[in-house]
Nanobody
Framework: QLQASGGGLVQAGGSLRLSCAAS????????MGWFRQAPGKEREFVAS????????SYAESVKGRFTISRLNVANIAYLQMNSLKPEDTAVYYC???????????????????WGQGTLVTVSS
């Protein structure tokens, strides 16, 4: 089970750090990803990190502003979000994929497990 947290209300230009904690499974056995869904829009990819943390992938819209990381010993993955914009407002979901190897995934299909989502609201 995945539990996302850390969302909230922040002004444009501000920062938030989202956390994704796993229970009942070891995060180190999965590549991790973050997705988001804004009101009235499709769910979209945000970032992905490989099992070891060495490989990462980002959506163009967040490159240079967001950083995905993981701390396997603590069974947690993070999404550090800086320079937030109103268009970043969405429910953010963490996900885990059991794909073997040092890979990342930027589509939703390979992900086996999903958290419940945490709301991020960026005011202008």
């Amino acid at each position: 089970q995945l539990q996302a947290s850390g969302g909230g209300l922040v002004q444009a230009g501000g920062s938030l750090r989202l956390s994704c904690a796993a229970s009942g499974r070891s995060v180190g056995n999965y590549l991790m990803g973050w997705f988001r869904q804004a009101p009235g829009k499709e769910r979209e990819f945000v970032a992905s990190v490989s099992r070891s943390g060495y490989a990462t992938s980002y959506a163009e819209s967040v490159k240079g502003r967001f950083t995905i990381s993981r701390l396997n010993v603590a069974n947690i993955a993070y999404l550090q979000m800086n320079s937030l914009k109103p268009e970043d407002t969405a429910v953010y979901y963490c996900a885990a994929a059991s794909t073997l190897g040092e890979v990342v995934h930027s589509t939703a299909r390979p992900y086996d497990y999903w958290g419940q989502g945490t709301l991020v609201t960026v005011s202008s």
